[in-house]
């Protein structure tokens, strides 16, 4: 049977349509940003308390990264680097902004201003942190839909040790823009997860049709620990495993509705934390094998578990210790969505090679910097293998403290110090003078690092 001319043309311009369309909605991106949470509270990393069947989903659906790392271990800095693709010494964004601070600067490009110039629906639920001003809040830097608060859930009248400084400002909750709760209770607390989950889930089943970047950047587990009554009491193991609970749940409900739109498959998931666990706060705290913790330069700090989904080309069920950064992000998601980077210079490199676990990808870095507050503390090589500190000091736990009272630390010091992550990744073993070659290299680096980004801060 002979098919006319005009039907086969009508056929292939039907089929260009459709594979047009079809590329143009690659890929979705959805990122999970913890706050506080520690390398080993969930599964697959370490040895968890409890089962997170939620969160094993999501690894046996994508890969597990091992070697994931933040560029400094507290709040703002760590949203604002995960955001910008560039690091605190460039923005100028160190530690943790209090209420009414302008935060991140506009001359820097979020990554929802670049999916959203590139034609992206984008949304942001959950704790901004990146500042407090009219221009620089959530809804004003690239995301179309907002909630949440927009500093750390602990700055609020309640809190443990200065409830009268904090008390200065109301703990606020907004959406899109306006001012829906002007003073955050206890009892709204207990609801923020649910709160962000189920915006997240609405926001998916509204654009399946369209390319989109979630950004869900949770309170949780950061003090003080809420959750909502369902899932209080529910572990048998403690209000933080209670907490760890519900967002495990979040993110069971977050990929089930990725499969119910059926856009799962062409959707990035990304699962992080923004440093880790705040271990003065005991039994309201995370866990970390590595050294030290949240607000410090070792790994305790600095490195999250990290796990990433994307069917199309990751491998489900795999495990990664390759190394890379949360800088990293913005560039690498911009070359897979086909976008160009923001105009302003940035420091992250595109690692989807290394992310998609391509035989003989490397890290195009020939160094990662990390930093506390505004003091710059050392670097560690792309690859991820030797971990170099400039003598710097640091806080280190006295005593651990109970149901939301935090314990005390005390300071310590550090002097100029090599490790190899490798065969020590508990940072324990000071190889400066095994491996001078490799020290002056990283010593030469960190410096012209230093007089480069540090000059005036």
Request: proline residues 6%.
């Amino acid at each position: 049977m002979k098919i006319p001319i005009l039907t086969l043309m009508s056929l292939a311009f039907c089929l260009v349509c459709c594979k047009t369309e079809e590329e143009a909605l690659e890929p979705n991106i959805v990122i999970v940003f913890l706050d506080d949470s520690g390398w080993a509270d969930f599964e697959p990393f370490g040895d968890p308390v409890l089962e997170t069947p939620g969160i094993m989903q999501l690894a046996a659906e994508g890969c597990a990264f091992h070697n994931f790392y933040v560029p400094q271990a507290i709040c703002s800095a760590s949203r604002a680097a995960l955001l910008t693709g560039c690091y605190p010494g460039r923005t100028g964004v160190f530690g943790a902004h209090g209420p009414g601070a302008w935060g991140l600067d506009t001359a820097f490009a979020t990554m929802g201003e670049v999916f959203s110039r590139a034609g992206y629906a984008t949304a942001a639920f959950g704790k901004w942190h990146c500042g407090d001003q009219p221009a620089t809040r959530s809804h004003s830097r690239g995301f179309d839909e907002t909630c949440g608060l927009m500093y750390s859930n602990d700055m609020w009248k309640h809190h443990p040790e200065a409830p009268g400084y904090w008390g200065q400002w109301p703990l606020s909750y907004w959406e899109n823009g306006q001012i829906t709760i002007e003073e955050v209770s206890p009892d709204d607390q207990k609801h923020l997860t649910a709160w962000y989950t189920e915006h997240a889930v609405d926001f998916i089943h509204r654009h399946q049709d369209s390319a989109f970047l979630l950004y869900i950047p949770h309170n949780m587990p950061h003090v003080p620990l809420y959750c909502s009554d369902e899932f209080e009491g529910k572990s048998g193991k403690g209000l933080y495993a209670d907490v760890m609970l519900e967002l495990d749940w979040s993110v069971a409900q977050i990929n089930q509705a990725l499969k119910e739109c059926g856009i799962d498959r062409r959707t990035i998931v990304i699962l992080t934390s923004d440093n880790g666990p705040w271990i003065s706060y005991g039994n309201h705290a995370g866990f970390t094998p590595f050294r030290e913790a949240k607000g410090t330069s070792f790994d305790g700090g600095l490195r999250s578990a990290c796990i990433i989904k994307y069917p199309e080309q990751i491998d489900p069920g795999t495990v990664s210790s390759r190394t890379f950064g949360s800088v990293d992000l913005l560039p690498s998601l911009c070359h897979l969505a086909g976008i160009p980077l923001p105009g302003n210079e940035i420091d992250g490199q595109n690692v989807w090679d290394l992310i998609r676990g391509e035989a003989g990808a490397e890290n195009p870095h020939a160094y990662y910097a990390f930093s506390n507050n505004t003091n710059f503390e050392g670097v560690m090589s792309g690859d991820g293998r030797w971990k170099l500190h400039f003598p710097h000091g640091y806080r280190t736990l006295e005593s651990f403290g109970n149901d939301g009272f935090p314990g005390k630390y005390a300071i310590s010091t550090i002097d100029t110090s090599l490790f190899d992550m490798q065969n020590d990744p508990g940072e324990s073993r000071n190889v400066l003078h095994e491996y001078p070659e490799i020290a002056r290299s990283l010593i030469r680096i960190g410096e012209d690092h230093r007089s480069r980004f540090y000059g005036d801060h």
